[in-house]
């Protein structure tokens, strides 16, 4: 850790971008210096009010040539798609990147194109680049590589998630996105535009897993269905009629020698009680390795939130997976990074008092 804290910029003001506020205000070991919003609405609003705690003095922005001029030393990019010009012009002015945007192994992403272009950033600015979150970034590709530690023949992995979305507050995503509240037929004949981006980056995710374990792909193949609401819902985020999407079912395969070597399976909810009936349970994260031998490991909350948004734990794993290694990649040599060249990321200042401010969710 340097003698000073790590200045930092949070790029985006959503659900994960006002988690990363809060921490970056609250944990000493970083110095939050600006905020980059996309909406009139909250530019000139104070860090802290958009993140529901006590004022900063860090004033939002809709500015990117202001904010491309602050000194700092990484960005926390969060928007809900990544665009590789914003990241190419925050990696040309210096600042290097943390991001749940995915980016967890490039060299497996369609727009070879992008990726590139991010390089040269990486090298001109003499920054790096780093994508982690929960899924993809920690419980499909660091996890299971470090389980894998533990065994002596691996036949199969199968990650497993679970996700409440009913308290999620982004109508952009979920909606709009994801797809829920849209006809099933329709849902099912032409998915929402965040299903394409989802399965571009758990592509990558299974290829970082796929070499990590010296897994020879042959090909990747999706399988996916949608369970419908039984009756009306009004969600957080937004209202949805009975009899469409309530729920999503993705299997994202890696095959290799005729064999799925490596499933991804989501399964996404706004609804206890959907047709068909899933029975997936709560919020978790599972890794199931089939070998020698067979081993499961499992990530849940331990205690529910005080507020009974189940999803929320979920979303600060998802902020803090890249927000924790900070450290590590304002340290590494300038240019993309992942799990299998990064260093053992060590956290800063996660053990302290528990924050005094009340936060309004």
Known sequence: MPD?????????????????????????????????????AKAGADAGTLAGVAKTGVTATTSIDEILALDADCVNYAPLYADVGEMCAILRSGKSIVTPTGWVYPSAKADQAGVKAV???????????????????????????????????????????????????????NFDGLGFGRDPEEARRDPSPLIHTMEDIFRESMALLSDGLGIEVDKYTTECDVAVAKRDLVVRSGEIRAGTVGGMRHEWIAWSGGAKAIVFRSFWKMDDDLDPDWGYGSIKYSVQIEGEPSTRITIEPSRPHPTGDEGYWGRVWTAMNAINAIPAVCAASPGIHTHLDLPLVLPAGLVRPAPAQVIRH
């Not at 000073?4 to 959503?14: D, E, H, L, N, S």
């Not at 990363?20 to 970083?30: G, K, L, Q, S």
């Open 119 to 173: 390089a040269d950033a990486c090298r001109a600015g003499r920054a790096s680049l780093f994508g982690g979150g929960i899924h993809p970034g920690f419980s499909g590709d660091l996890l299971p590589l470090t389980v894998a530690r533990l065994c002596t023949r691996i036949d199969q992995v199968v990650v497993q998630e679970v996700a409440d979305l009913s308290p999620h507050p982004s109508h952009a995503m």
């Open 4 to 40: 000073r804290p790590y200045r930092v910029i949070q790029w985006a003001t959503g659900s994960i971008g006002r988690i990363a506020i809060r921490h970056f205000i609250d944990d000493p070991a970083y110095e939050l210096v600006g905020v980059y919003v996309t909406t009139e």
